[in-house]
């Protein structure tokens, strides 16, 4: 979704890095912590919910970092894909093109090929049963 630059830190170098600097350990433990959660949060989802479930809560929390309030409703403020979001919940992209028409259809969300805009979060969140 964005360019990355991505720095790798043998194990052995990282260690040495923390006995020598532990302050460093406040930081590096809740970011470690964090994507643990994320990670666990993903498996569940993948393991737990359908498709329409997994859209549901990605398009929920896209809107928690990246909304914008309009009169509309909450517009992800971000270019996103189809494509993009069938990664995001291990779908195929017609599969998650099937599920955000049926999505506008029930008036949950607004979609072009511009934006997506979320109408009706409670709606969102009844797709999402575990």
């Known amino acids: 979704m964005e360019e990355t630059h991505v720095l790798t830190l043998p194990r052995d170098d990282f260690l040495e890095l ?7 350990t406040k930081g590096i433990i809740p970011t470690l912590t964090a994507r643990v959660r994320y990670t666990t949060q993903y498996a569940e ?3 737990f919910l359908d498709v329409e479930g997994r859209v549901a809560h990605r ?5 928690d970092q990246y909304g914008v309030q309009t009169p509309d409703g909450i517009e992800l403020a971000l ?3 189809q494509s993009d979001l069938a990664s995001l919940v291990g779908a195929t992209r017609e599969r998650v ?3 955000l028409g049926a999505f506008r259809d029930q008036e949950l969300i607004e979609l072009d090929a511009e934006r997506i805009i979320v109408r009706d979060r409670r709606g969102l969140k009844k797709h ?3």
Do not use: G, M, R, S
């Open 18 to 24: 923390l006995d020598a600097y532990p302050h460093l």
């Open 45 to 47: 989802n993948l393991i």
């Open 59 to 63: 398009l929920l929390e896209l809107a």
């Open 79 to 81: 270019q996103l894909t």
């Open 97 to 99: 093109n099937k599920v």
């Open 128 to 130: 999402i049963l575990y």
